[in-house]
C-alpha cells in the first residue's frame, strides 16, 4: 500500500511533469489488467476510488474478476 500512496503523491503533486504522471497511470493500468491478483482487495478498492478516471475503470475490472471468489 505504501508505494501506492507514494504513486498518489507524485500524481497529486502539481510539480511532477506530465509524462511522469503519464507513465505511472499507463505502468498501474497495465498491472491491475495483466496482473490483477497481485493487489489485495484492499488496494484494488483503493485505486477503484481514485479521481482519475483510468485507474478506477481498470481496477472495477478487477474487482468485477474477483466477485465469485467472495461468493465462494
Known amino acids: 500500500m505504501a508505494t501506492l500512496e507514494a ?3 507524485v500524481l497529486d503533486d502539481t ?3 506530465e509524462i511522469i504522471k503519464n507513465h ?3 505502468s498501474l493500468q497495465y498491472a491491475l489488467r495483466n496482473h490483477g ?3 489485495t482487495a484492499k488496494e484494488v478498492e483503493w485505486l ?3 479521481d482519475d478516471a483510468r485507474i478506477p ?3 472495477s475490472r478487477e474487482l ?3 466477485e ?3 461468493m465462494n
Open 68 to 70: 465469485p471468489e467472495k
Open 64 to 66: 468485477k474478476k474477483r
Open 7 to 9: 504513486f498518489r503523491a
Open 57 to 59: 475503470l481498470a481496477a
Open 24 to 26: 505511472i497511470i499507463d
Open 37 to 39: 491478483q497481485i493487489f
Open 15 to 17: 510539480g511532477t511533469p
Open 48 to 50: 477503484a476510488a481514485w
